[in-house]
């Protein structure tokens, strides 16, 4: 069945990043600003109080591209029409040469699960939204649990989890806490951090340090997963180092190319099952004939999936490409299952059913009811 989809515009990915006071919000907006490489991030800060002391934090880094909403909680305005107003500002044609991404970092008393909503409300066409990120403080975990008991409730929705101030505890306490929340956390990617210093690509797709037009190719996939040797499918085990931007934890990833489109259903399961380890998948997908016309760039952080269809463009090679970035995961399982997902009769037409699943991934302009 072919799916007849309109292409839209590409969107700027909107991540909110919460967490409770003093967890290390900032400390990650500002990381992700310096190794970012390339990739221009709008900021939206949120500082509950009169003195934008956050907003002054990240002053400098980015000219215009900050705004602050510095009077009051974000998420007890009654409706979206503010914050849209900012997305607005950051994304009109002139602002959006330079973003690719937008971070709304929350005050550390909002409801994360309210702005998500709001992003999902918003009736912005070029945004999407792109998940949400909760700082936890190991230090203050058990203090902050039992003054703010609605710190489970932000771990159970959240798509990837910063165990932060590692420097601070035991590494036995720290083990603890990484449990706890892991436990809590659900199916959420859960990466322990000092000074909140994550793989900014956990967040969203970092530019390559030199220029690229348009999409993020398989090549800049490629190139930050530190292998240049080619080939189908390889292992890496990064050590800690920093180079292009890139912050390289003992991280585990690999590769997978396919000329065969995939199956659908199988990439379902395959993706509904997938490890907890696993913080990250990208890259996209040739359903062959569920869809002949798109496309599919995946795009998940933690228990986070999204599909964006997209036309092919004429002569571009029908391929499927993905990289999976994780820790602790069995990389050639996972090559193997991937591979897998391949479809037996690929010229066959398939059942009108098929895509449903991945459609369920596909993030409508109009669709706010997600949460
Ligand atoms: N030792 C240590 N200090 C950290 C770490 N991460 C952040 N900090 C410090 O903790 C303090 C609070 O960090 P922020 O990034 O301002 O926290 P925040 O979540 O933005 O705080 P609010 O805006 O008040 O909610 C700052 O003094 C940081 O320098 C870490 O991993 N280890």
Redesign the pocket.
């Known amino acids: 069945m072919s799916q007849p989809r309109q292409e839209l515009p590409q969107q700027i990915p909107v991540v909110v990043l919460a967490?409770?006071?003093?967890?290390?919000?900032?400390?990650?907006l500002?990381h992700l600003l310096h190794h970012g490489g390339g990739t221009r991030i709008g900021a939206i800060v949120n500082?509950f109080g009169s003195i934008e002391?956050?907003a002054m934090?990240v002053a400098g880094q980015l000219g215009d591209s900050t705004v602050s909403l510095g009077n009051g909680c974000l998420c007890c305005a009654v409706d979206a029409s503010e914050l849209d107003e900012y997305l607005d500002r950051l994304t009109r044609p002139s602002a959006r040469n330079g973003i690719d991404v937008i971070v709304i970092?929350a005050?550390?008393l909002a409801e994360p699960q309210e702005l998500v909503r709001m992003v999902l409300a918003s009736e912005n066409p070029r945004i999407v939204y792109g998940g949400l990120v909760e700082?936890v403080d190991a230090v203050e975990f058990d203090t902050t649990r039992e003054q703010h008991p609605e710190l489970d409730r932000h771990l159970a929705i959240a798509d990837l989890v910063v165990v932060?101030?590692?420097?601070?505890v035991p590494e036995r306490e720290h083990q603890r806490v990484l449990e706890r929340v892991r436990r809590l956390a659900g199916g959420a990617a859960v990466v322990p951090?000092?000074?909140?210093r994550v793989d900014p690509e956990f967040l969203f797709d970092c530019r390559p340090t030199r220029e690229r037009i348009g999409q993020l190719s398989f090549d800049d996939l490629h190139r930050y997963d530190g292998d240049s040797t080619g080939g189908d499918e390889h292992d890496e085990h990064g050590e800690h180092e920093e180079h292009d931007g890139h912050l390289h934890s003992a991280y585990d990833s690999l590769s997978v190319e396919s000329e065969v489109p995939l199956d659908p259903r199988r990439l379902m399961a395959f993706l509904d099952s997938r490890p907890e380890g696993l913080y990250r998948i990208k890259g996209y997908v040739d359903f062959g004939a569920a869809d002949t016309r798109n496309k599919y760039t995946v795009h998940a952080v933690g228990r986070f999936l999204r599909f964006s269809p997209e036309l092919w463009a004429p002569g571009e090679s029908r391929l499927s490409r993905l990289v999976l970035i994780g820790a602790g995961i069995d990389a050639p399982r996972l090559s193997k299952e991937l591979t897998a997902c391949a479809q037996d009769a690929p010229h066959t037409y398939a059942d009108e059913h098929s895509m449903w699943g991945v459609l369920r991934y596909v993030q409508e302009p109009q669709d706010n009811e997600r949460l």
């Open positions: 967490g409770f006071l003093g967890s290390g919000k900032t400390t990650l500002n500082d002391i956050d934090a970092e005050s550390g700082v932060n101030k590692a420097d601070r951090a000092t000074y909140a």
